[in-house]
């Protein structure tokens, strides 16, 4: 059967298009685009091609008016980081398999994390996913009486009653990256930090850690920085104009590490044959080919699964919806690829 325009006078197909098209009841086609039990193997192919034929997509916003529910994860995330970005997709894979939604609320230099947040609670949603958020523990734990909350890459000690924790081992991952620089030879390993972003300090103990464990604390050297690639840049020039310079610099994300790259490469210092660079994060920024950027890997779509499993299992009823918060830790990797090397002989 050949495509044919949608429907006459070009309005939006309905169910009973469908209906028509494959000469079955308006119930049933309602039944099989719901998914419900009802319907034979024939009959639900024949519907689902005859809406593919007239072009007939279900009003999902339409349908959540008519529920009681909204079945809508709100997710909070920073506009300029990439790794948000890279989870907020994995996010929404993770989501529609188990029934839900997602709901984007932005945080820009204009666009605080309370807006983002009071804007998702007037969308109707069921739960709040929170990448990497700032505000006091106190102010998740006002958010948690209301609805669920599921904090991602940000550790709470101890989390607020009713908000669920989903990060990364952060110490662990700068652990790694200076375990790497050693071997291949390093001793002078600087570190630019995050501030006060989520996920910093533990970093920066990460790296003060591995380094004594070294037996390189008398070098260890930690440098004001930020998550964006102008605090990298300030850093990198800081480096740049210091008496003795490192031959290897962690940053504290990838963002922040391609500012280190572009001042360095600027400057004609090249990398990694005088200056070894490593990131955090493993972003598809890393992956570039013209970036090739050594980093610690965090799991992604795992993270993803995780938090979107912790946020249905309380909505769900499979985990109390109030009550101690859990916390969930994922395990890092080291990426390498170009941006590390030897140190260069003296």
């Known amino acids: 059967m050949s495509p044919t325009p949608a429907v006459p006078g070009g309005k939006r197909p309905t169910l009973a298009d469908v209906a028509a098209r494959a000469d079955v009841s308006v119930a049933l086609v ?4 719901r998914g419900a039990k009802g319907a034979g193997a024939a009959t639900r192919e024949r519907v689902l091609r005859a809406a593919k034929e007239i072009g007939y997509r279900p009003d999902s916003r339409a349908r959540l008016l008519r529920s009681s529910r909204s079945r809508l994860l709100g997710v909070q995330f920073e506009l300029q980081q990439p790794f948000h970005t890279d989870l907020v997709e994995r996010l929404y894979s993770a989501a529609e398999p188990a029934g839900y939604q997602i709901a ?3 945080v820009a230099p204009s666009r605080s994390e309370r807006q983002a947040v009071e804007a998702l609670l007037a969308d109707r ?5 929170l990448l990497g958020p700032q505000v006091p523990a ?21 989390p607020p009653s009713g908000v669920d924790v989903v990060r990364t081992a952060d110490d662990e991952g700068a ?21 006060r972003a989520p996920g910093a300090a533990d970093r920066r103990r990460g790296y003060r850690t591995a380094m004594n464990r070294q037996g390189l604390g008398e070098h260890a050297q930690v440098l004001p920085g930020g998550s964006t690639e102008e605090d990298g840049a300030a850093a990198a020039r800081a480096l740049l104009d ?5 031959t290897a610099v962690l940053a504290f994300n990838d963002l922040c590490a391609t500012g280190v790259l572009d001042t360095l490469l600027r400057a004609r210092v090249p990398v990694p044959d005088e200056i070894s660079v490593i990131g955090f994060d493993d972003t598809r920024l890393a992956r570039l080919a013209h970036v090739d950027l050594t980093t610690v890997r965090q799991d992604i779509a795992h993270l993803a699964q995780l938090t979107v499993g912790r946020a249905v299992a309380r909505l769900e009823g499979e985990a109390p919806s109030e009550g101690p918060g859990q916390e969930i830790v994922v395990e890092p990797h080291l990426v390498t690829r170009g941006t590390t090397a030897a140190p260069p002989a003296t």
């Open 125 to 129: 949603c069921e739960a709040l996913i």
């Open 104 to 106: 984007l609320g932005a």
């Open 175 to 195: 652990r790694q990256a200076v375990d790497h620089l050693v071997a291949l030879g390093h001793r002078d390993i600087a570190h630019i930090d995050g501030g």
């Open 30 to 33: 309602s039944v099989v685009m």
């Open 242 to 246: 210091a008496d003795r310079r490192p």
């Open 138 to 158: 106190a102010r998740l734990a006002e958010l948690a009486a209301q609805l669920p909350v599921v904090s991602v890459a940000r550790r709470l000690r101890p």
